[in-house]
């Protein structure tokens, strides 16, 4: 276990919610859990803050996701918290 704490604001469980992708939200946040830096960083480190997002591939009827989340390593226990939800284009970012 990594020691990292993942959680979801209600506003992106919400939106996964509506998309049907609750289930696939869950799984990346526990996968969130053991790699907290998975893809592409958006802002950051900033005060040891930084901003990602990530992708969540289409499945069982689920669509794509883009997901964006922050991560806090400090002060322990790292955090991360999924704040935005979005369908995803599938279009691959630069």
């Known amino acids: 276990m990594s020691g990292v704490i993942a959680a979801v604001t209600v506003r992106a469980a919400d939106r996964a919610k509506a998309l049907g992708a609750e289930q696939a939200l869950e799984t990346l946040r526990q996968e969130l ?18 901003v990602r997002k990530t992708r969540v591939e289409p499945h069982d009827g689920a669509p794509g996701l883009a997901v964006a989340y922050v991560y806090t390593p400090a002060p322990p226990p790292p955090t991360v918290a999924i704040v935005a939800v979005t369908p995803d284009d599938g279009v691959a970012a630069d």
Do not use: A
């Open 33 to 50: 859990e053991q790699v907290p830096r998975l893809g592409v960083l958006l802002s950051g480190p900033q005060d040891g803050v930084e």
